[in-house]
């Protein structure tokens, strides 16, 4: 970054030391990944400057012949990985797809049934603080708290007496696989739309590791920076039938023009995700949950759903006399990075909820496997029973360093 040092060394500096914040720290963040340099190439690539608006072959801007192939590799990839009909790769991020997908289907006032937040539904699954909950209704189903499945029997009923036009399921907090299967059969029965949000699991579903929803449902939409590990941004998958209805709603329904270097870094994080190695890399991100899991339920901690099926982990702290703000607190002084987060039916408020969420995609992809997570659980577990304790925060803190310089994936 030789010029953008001698021109701004402000935003150099501070480039820089987010690099050394992010190596010399454990990234536990289950929504957060690092990309390769390939993919952060592509992201810095003078596509940034092209404007596109429309579709490959259909554009209002002049120059588009090479920016087509562009977008064109990014979608051909897509359907592969993912088995997908249609592929629309311009969404900017995983918000204005799910809107986008929203307003492809139904009209203002039509119902949608979808998670509540606190059972790991995300805020744009119409969490009454969002503009699309003005638009549309939104009704929310729950887990079982028990089982920590999804309550089917309660699906069907809300389906019966609400009547959506759109069932709603994929989440932002929630640890197990879904029986998609059981979803569509329920939509069938009301002649509702089905969509599923992969964002958290697309990089799991793509290795064949999780139930892959995209054969069966009208709609999936995803991110593309999390355990698909590509660039910020979104994507819409759909069934034929729906592709000019959904390509018309994300342009010129909702955005303008795609961020074109973006679907370049999609395109490869896609290719990246098509090689052999990445079934490995997911099939280790989930061996790395259950060991966190292992260790935590070993030391007494309430995991939420009763444990893990895919990269991340929802942890009620309050046995432990913490709130999930004074867990993150305490475990950030140590340079371990998660987030506070809500919990089944939590009674306490988002600012400061009962647990925590964490998740393994991050140092996986820095190489740690089951002996390292051991030990992170081990940093964790001390650092949640003891969380005053200052000489413990500084020594925790030398020793991840010390494991840190070991995998150091941005040199
Ligand atoms: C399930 C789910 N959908 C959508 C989003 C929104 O994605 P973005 O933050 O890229 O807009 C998220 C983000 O965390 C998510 O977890």
Known sequence: MTALKEFDSEIYNLIEKEKERQMNGLELIPSENFVSLAVLEANGSILTNKYSEGYSGKRYYGGCQIIDGVEDLAIDRAKKLFGAEHVNVQPLSGAPANIGAYFAILEPGDTVLGMDLSH?????????ITYISKIFNFQRYKTDLETGLIDFDNVRKMAKEFKPKLILCGYSAYSRDLDYKQFKEIADEIDAYT?????HIAGLIAAGKMNNPVKEFDIVTTTTHKTLRGPRGGMIMCKEELAKKIDKSIFPGLQGGPHENLIAGKA?????????????YAEQIMKNAKTLEKEFIEAGFKLCFNGTENHLILMDVTSKGLSGKEAEKVLDAANITLNKNMIPDDPRSPMDPSGVRFGTPSLTTRGMKEKEMKKVAQWMIALLENPKDEKLIESTKKEIKELCNDFIFYK
């Open 195 to 199: 969509m599923a949000d992969i964002a």
């Open 120 to 128: 790991g539904g995300h805020l744009t699954h119409g969490h009454p």
């Open 268 to 280: 490869v994080a896609f290719k990246e995700a098509l090689q052999p190695e990445f079934k490995t």
